[in-house]
């Protein structure tokens, strides 16, 4: 059975910092395509950013260039998500996403 | 950036009964097109890929079709626990972009 499990989501003040992790198992993680996508509350998904197999590729939405970075780790199955400077309009659930599975989401709170 | 756009917003439908939902791309997105199924308080579960390709374990009930611009997704007989807000999502261009869902709920 695939388990996608993020961790680090938390509340932070206005331009702080966060990491997100997903730990992968049950797939052949360096095979895959790898990416998070967020909700905000009571709002749809958007898709944040996106890392092929080897990470040597990455694209990012329009509203998170030069604020977050997503990496990965092939050798301890994990995906991250580094973010800086972070404002209240990025609150929202994350979920790391093979396409084919979701985790269940970790909650980033960004207020004062 | 690609446009994604849903109809209805909200449709009323009785347990056993057909739905129908439509999603329209701004651009030719070829048959990259997904739909996802977001139960309250859940996380999202993909349904289709390959805008008709069901994923692993999706009932047959289930079913998409489409390509270029226009896309739907059939669930022929309603049950219970397919009530729930469907998302389509486009993956021919990055950034990748969801529409804004589709409310299905008991009539």
């Known amino acids: 059975e695939v388990q996608l499990v993020e961790s680090g989501g938390n509340l932070v003040q206005p331009g702080g910092s966060l990491r997100l992790s997903c730990a992968a198992s049950g797939l052949t993680f360096s095979n895959y395509w790898m990416s998070w996508v967020r909700q905000g509350p009571g709002k749809g998904l958007e898709w944040v950013a996106t890392?092929?197999?080897?990470?040597?590729?990455?694209y990012y939405v329009e509203s998170v260039k030069g604020r977050f970075t997503i990496s990965r780790d092939n050798a301890r199955n994990s995906l991250f998500l580094h973010m800086n400077s972070l404002r209240a309009e990025d609150t929202a659930v994350y979920y790391c996403?093979?396409?084919?599975?979701w985790g269940q989401g970790t909650l980033v709170t960004v207020t004062s | 950036e690609i446009v994604m756009t849903q109809s209805p917003a909200t449709l009323s439908v009785s347990p056993g009964e057909r739905a129908t939902l439509s999603c329209r791309a701004s651009?030719?997105?070829?048959?990259?097109l997904a739909w996802c199924q977001q139960i309250l308080g859940q996380a999202p579960r993909l349904l289709i890929h390959g805008a008709s390709t069901r994923a692993t374990g999706i009932p047959a009930r289930f079913s998409g079709s489409g390509s270029g611009t226009e896309f739907t997704l059939t669930i022929s007989s309603l049950q219970s626990e397919d009530f729930a807000v469907y998302y389509c999502q486009q993956y021919n261009n990055w950034p990748y972009t969801f529409g804004q869902g589709t409310k299905l709920e008991m009539k």
């Open positions: 890392i092929n197999q080897d990470g040597s590729k990455k």
């Open positions: 996403v093979n396409f084919l599975h």
């Open positions: 651009q030719n997105i070829s048959s990259n």
